[in-house]
T-cell receptor, first 112, second 110 residues
Framework: NAGVTQTPKFQVLKTGQSMTLQCAQD?????MSWYRQDPGMGLRLIHYSVGAGITDQGEVPNGYNVSRSTTEDFPLRLLSAAPSQTSVYFC???????????FGSGTRLTVV | RKEVEQDPGPFNVPEGATVAFNCTYS??????FFWYRQDCRKEPKLLMS???SGNEDGRFTAQLNRASQYISLLIRDSKLSDSATYLCVVIDTGRRALTFGSGTRLQVQP
């Protein structure tokens, strides 16, 4: 099993550009979520999903969109990149909130 | 006030030492509790779940005190490979995703 796969691993964007961070899992997990990690801030929840067609906002949703058309995929869209979105982004999935989440290896994004 | 608070450390301990990390959470509706480990520039990995009765996994022991809203992790006989950041994580009733503490850094020295 591949687990949780994130692409790309690294990305540099110019201010104002848009892009989609991909996340796919092959474990048939219902719960998926996106986090960003900044130095000294820990991991903060951006958006999450409890199943196909169901998404909700987390702690820091502004500037990001998500959709969940299939159980496997949970892409994160940056609408108009800003330097404040420079961060490491992690996608994670879980079969149930009582269980731990499995994380992807992350996407390191720099906005210049 | 942060929802999950941890001492950032670093904790510098010699090999073979016993070290304990503490974590407090503010939301009394929190239902599930975990300790994750994160190595430098890597993704977080689940270390262990934390149960009300306390649980042990080899050299690692986790405790939960719901009345005090307090979680702990004890590492016995520290190894060099234990050097990492340890993240305290909770899930509350309303939100079905994780809330992280900022992490406690552990450096085990030879």
């Amino acid at each position: 099993n591949a687990g949780v796969t994130q692409t790309p691993k690294f990305q540099v964007l110019k201010t104002g550009q848009s892009m989609t961070l991909q996340c796919a899992q092959d474990m048939n997990h219902e719960y998926m979520s996106w986090y960003r990690q900044d130095p000294g801030m820990g991991l903060r929840l951006i958006h999450y999903s409890v199943g196909a067609g169901i998404t909700d906002q987390g702690e820091v949703p502004n500037g990001y969109n998500v959709s969940r058309s299939t159980t496997e995929d949970f892409p994160l869209r940056l609408l108009s990149a800003a330097p404040s979105q420079t961060s490491v982004y992690f996608c994670a999935s879980s079969p149930d909130r009582a269980y731990g989440y499995t994380f992807g290896s992350g996407t390191r994004l720099t906005v210049v | 006030r942060k929802e999950v608070e941890q001492d950032p450390g670093p904790f510098n301990v010699p090999e073979g030492a016993t070290v304990a990390f503490n974590c407090t959470y503010s939301n009394s509706a929190s239902q599930s509790f975990f300790w994750y480990r994160q190595d430098c520039r890597k993704e977080p990995k689940l270390l262990m779940s934390v149960y009300s009765s306390g649980n042990e996994d080899g050299r690692f022991t986790a405790q939960l005190n719901r009345a005090s809203q307090y979680i702990s992790l004890l590492i016995r006989d520290s190894k060099l490979s234990d050097s990492a950041t340890y993240l305290c994580v909770v899930i509350d009733t309303g939100r079905r995703a994780l809330t992280f503490g900022s992490g406690t850094r552990l450096q085990v020295q030879p």
